[in-house]
């Protein structure tokens, strides 16, 4: 099974607070459906000091969101894009823009 989208893909957010943000993935959790975008739900943790020596801090990071609420953007139109596959001369399956038709 091919994938819509993939570590490293430049994805919008459709919906929710982070809506029109646009990111680099970083991970994807297939159990539970959802990616890790580059600067897209940052959340605030107030981290404890564990050791003697060690300050406690407040650290900026990404969550994870849904996959559904994420839309790649294709390389050649610039655009976000459903994507389609598309079967090759020589067997393999590619991703392809919706839009354009360009291969991903």
Known sequence: MLSR??????V??????????QGVIIKIDPKKD???????????KHVKARKSGE???IVKEETYIPSFKVMPV???CKKP???RTRLLED???VRVCHRCQEAF
């Open 5 to 10: 989208i993939r570590k490293d893909d430049t």
């Open 12 to 21: 919008v957010v459709i919906t929710g607070k982070d809506k029109g943000k």
């Open 34 to 44: 959802a990616v890790l975008v580059k600067g897209v739900s940052v959340v605030t």
């Open 55 to 57: 300050t406690s801090r």
């Open 74 to 76: 294709c390389k050649s």
């Open 81 to 83: 894009c459903r994507v």
């Open 91 to 93: 067997g393999k399956k």
